[in-house]
């Protein structure tokens, strides 16, 4: 069972456009929903993430736009650049006991053009 | 600080052979985690430490064991690899109580089962 649903599975997108990619999660436990960038041959990395006391969250051109009620969340990038170029998961978990593993969406391939 | 490290990078085995993969953390965290990502999958969780001392089944942990050696480092050992064992395997450490689950996660261990 998928606890975490994550699209479009890949993206084009045009530099200065802006790209969206949405997840959606099952577990009304969870309240903490990060979102990760991964470039080829490197670890995950975290970008941003959200706590559902808040509707929205945003870091420069990075923004997360989450929904209680639907149980979606979903990150913008605005301005999009070449460099942003990577794959990007969205996740969930608790936060109220240690060793609480994140539950990644199965990612999301961005590429930018130029 | 060298955050979280792994050994090897790199790794091809036969089947049925075994091997340990290594990591270690040097920010002090309490919880260590080992994930495996394959295509299209995402990020699963084979075995978690939530303290020294301890360790627990993930998502997928058939054919794996792990040890918790001390705070620092966290194995994960193939007894007797098998072809759907090739993967790449991420090591992940947090702090609880921060109010988040922020996982840091290493470079990464390809490895190949022919």
């Known amino acids: ?114 | 600080n060298a955050g979280v490290t792994q050994t090897p990078k790199f790794q091809v085995l036969k089947t049925g052979q075994s091997m340990t993969l290594q990591c270690a953390q040097d920010m002090n965290h309490n919880s260590m985690y080992w994930y495996r990502q394959d295509p299209g999958m995402g990020l699963r969780l084979i075995y978690y430490s939530a303290s020294e001392g301890t360790t627990d089944k993930g998502e997928v942990p058939n054919g794996y064991n792990v040890s918790r050696l001390n705070k620092r480092e966290f194995s994960l050992r193939l007894e007797s690899a098998a072809p759907s064992q090739t993967s790449v395997y991420f090591c992940a450490s947090s702090e609880w109580g921060l109010g988040n689950n922020e996982q840091f996660f290493g470079p990464g261990t390809r490895l190949t089962v022919l």
Not at chain 1, 70 to 76: C, D, G, P, T, V
Request: charged share 15%.
């Open chain 1, 1 to 114: 069972q998928q606890q975490v649903k994550q699209s479009p599975q890949s993206l084009i997108v045009q530099k200065g456009g802006i790209s969206i990619i949405n997840c959606a999660y099952e577990n009304t436990a969870f309240d903490y929903f990060p979102w990760y960038q991964q470039f080829p041959g490197k670890g995950p990395a975290l970008l941003i993430a959200i706590r559902p006391d808040v509707s929205e969250k945003k870091e420069g051109r990075f923004t997360i736009s989450f929904n209680k009620s639907a149980k979606q969340f979903s990150l913008h990038i605005m301005d999009s650049q070449p460099g942003d170029s990577a794959t990007y998961f969205c996740a969930a978990s608790g936060i109220h006991q240690a060793g609480t593993a994140l539950i990644f969406g199965k990612g999301t391939t961005l590429s930018v053009s130029s």
